[in-house]
């Protein structure tokens, strides 16, 4: 199989029937442009079987996921698959709780590893935004009001969204931003980030923005409510709908994890039938994490 395109369940247990089908999938990605030892650096080696590669340099025998985000997964490669399947495929994802009880992992070891694939969600920061784009500030979290604007609740953790606009007015892509508070400093990183120069971008009247206003291209509407930003704030809306299904408390820390991935399933929408291809590639490349890395509290 060359790769695997679409959402059908059925193909991909067809397709991936055993571990040993992950780990050919991934040598084929992996070794595409031909070796290169993680140890030595060496170009030249030879396949062993078990989908390994043996280097000439130094001897030493990789296995496929060797230094990707699948190094180690202890509750087997089919499984840590269809976990990427759910997450990449579905339209919003399960709770590490239903996906341990899906696949027979243990909880706390699916939330680990959502948090790799997440992880691998991230944006390469690549494709800046460049047309119409709609900027602003929001809470998750704590008890919510009716009410628009900035919230100094503490409970709250505050982010800032950038939602780039068809001429039709419709979402092409979005980026969701963790932020401390909502200070200019705090609110020029998804400028620098996600937002090219020459975009021309809408926010609200807060006085933040100003100083961006030197090197963007920024105007600054009343939100009457948020009515002036309406594709925004349905986004907003769905996002904070997706974490409340989510059942525990999720740490400030965590919580740009859930915003990366919300936006890698808005973004890839219109390319649903490479998701899954997309996402593994991005997890072959990516380096592997460790325990230490992730600090694992309170979240689900
Ligand atoms: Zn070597």
Redesign the pocket.
């Known amino acids: 199989m060359e790769q695997f395109t679409g959402q059908s369940i059925l193909n991909f247990i067809k397709e991936l029937p055993d571990d040993d089908a992950c780990k050919a999938y991934l040598a084929k990605i992996k070794w595409q442009d031909g070796f290169t030892?993680m140890?030595?650096?060496?170009t030249k080696?030879c396949e062993k079987s078990g989908y390994k590669y043996q280097?000439y340099?130094?001897?030493?025998v990789e296995s496929s996921t060797a230094n990707t985000l699948f190094h180690k997964v202890k509750f087997g490669l089919q499984k840590a698959f269809c976990v990427v399947f759910e997450m990449s495929t579905s339209s919003k994802s399960v709770s590490s709780i239903q996906m341990g009880k899906r696949f027979d992992i243990r909880q706390g070891t699916a939330w680990y590893f959502m948090q790799k694939v997440r992880n691998a969600m991230k944006s390469s920061q690549n494709y800046p935004l460049s047309e119409l784009i709609h900027v602003d500030e929001f809470t998750v979290g704590g008890k919510e009001q009716g009410k628009q604007g900035r919230s100094y609740d503490s409970k709250k953790k505050k982010a800032v969204i950038a939602v780039e606009l068809s001429k039709k007015q419709q979402v092409k892509r979005v980026y969701v931003r963790s932020i401390d508070d909502y200070s200019a400093k705090s609110l020029t990183p998804i400028f620098e980030e996600h937002i090219s120069t020459t975009a021309q971008i809408v926010t609200d009247k807060w006085r933040g923005y100003e100083p961006l206003k030197k090197r963007y291209n920024i105007e600054q509407k009343f939100s009457d409510n948020g009515k002036n930003f309406k594709e925004l704030h349905i986004i907003i809306m769905q996002l904070k709908s997706w974490l409340r299904a989510i059942p525990t408390h999720v740490t400030k820390w965590h919580i740009q994890a859930y915003f990366d991935e919300f936006c890698f399933r808005i973004n890839r929408s219109q390319f649903k039938q490479s998701i899954f291809h997309k996402t593994i590639e991005r997890m072959v490349i990516a380096k592997p994490i460790y325990h230490k890395d992730i600090k694992q509290t309170l979240s689900v």
Request: glycine fraction near 28%.
């Open positions: 030892c140890k030595c650096g060496h080696g280097c340099g130094c001897q030493h």
